[in-house]
Nanobody, 124 residues
Framework: VLLKESGLGLVKLSQMLSLTCSVSGGSITVSYYGWSWVRQPPGKGLEWVGLISYDGTIYASSSLRSRTSIFRDIVKNQFSLQLSSVTPEDTAVYYC?????????????????WGQGTQVTVSS
């Protein structure tokens, strides 16, 4: 399974961050996987942002939920992240990744495939 992130690497303060993860080698509708967005701010550890499960259920970090939208395109086998009203604290490398189930969202040992990551910088 291959995952690849795409989207703008520079986002202006208070604007919306939009990223898409293209998946090949496996369908995003296969039970019981979850398809996550995970980020790593500079000098910090991994932070789970949210996920969409195989059945389309959305889960999001409580700290980001009000600004997060996650959706998918089954035909294209893609899932996407939108994060609104970005601040410099949203600057990070953003990864898309597959996890063995939604309940394992915060167990990074349970992730088996990762994209290469894409740098997103919030500029003022």
């Amino acid at each position: 399974v291959l995952l690849k992130e795409s989207g703008l690497g520079l986002v202006k303060l208070s604007q919306m961050l939009s990223l898409t993860c293209s998946v090949s080698g496996g369908s995003i509708t296969v039970s019981y996987y979850g398809w996550s967005w995970v980020r790593q701010p500079p000098g910090k550890g991994l932070e789970w942002v949210g996920l969409i499960s195989y059945d389309g259920t959305i889960y999001a970090s409580s700290s980001l939920r009000s600004r997060t939208s996650i959706f998918r395109d089954i035909v294209k086998n893609q899932f996407s992240l939108q994060l609104s009203s970005v601040t410099p604290e949203d600057t990070a490398v953003y990864y898309c990744a597959r996890v063995k189930g939604p309940s394992y969202y915060n167990d990074f040992e349970a992730y088996d495939y990762w994209g290469q990551g894409t740098q997103v910088t919030v500029s003022s």
